[in-house]
């Protein structure tokens, strides 16, 4: 059986790792803050991703409007244009366009990220 003194040794042990170390000191001056600042949030990631997203948006949303759509408007009666098709009072044909380039662009983040994730990329 351990001691008082092994216990209490382990226990200073234990506080000693669960204390938090010193945080480090502030930034002097506004270029070192500025680059704390990027370092801090991963701005520069960031912005990659929000660049590329909006450009994903744009090649979806013409892969919708230019591949998927023509092929859906076979399904219509003759002479329909898919962008101004009404049911009834609604005009729904801009509306699924704008749901199917959504779902396409959800999918292919969840694929990108479902790949990151199998190959430990973040």
């Avoid at 370092?39 to 013409?62: R, T």
């Avoid at 009404?86 to 990108?112: H, K, R, S």
Wanted: zero cysteines.
């Amino acid at each position: 059986m351990a001691s008082d003194d092994d216990v209490l040794a382990e226990l200073r042990k234990i506080t000693a790792l669960l204390e938090k170390p010193p945080t480090p000191p502030a930034p002097k001056g506004t270029v070192q803050e500025f680059k704390a600042f990027l370092s801090a949030y991963k701005v520069l990631g960031l912005a990659v991703a929000f660049i590329l997203g909006l450009y994903l948006g744009n090649v979806v949303k013409a892969l919708v409007t230019d591949l998927i759509l023509p092929i859906v408007s076979y399904a219509l009666p003759p002479g329909t244009n898919i962008n101004t098709y009404m049911v009834g009072p609604f005009g729904v044909g801009d509306f699924a366009n704008n749901v199917l380039t959504f779902l396409i662009v959800a999918l292919v983040i969840f694929l990108i990220v479902k790949w990151a994730t199998k190959y430990n990329i973040s």
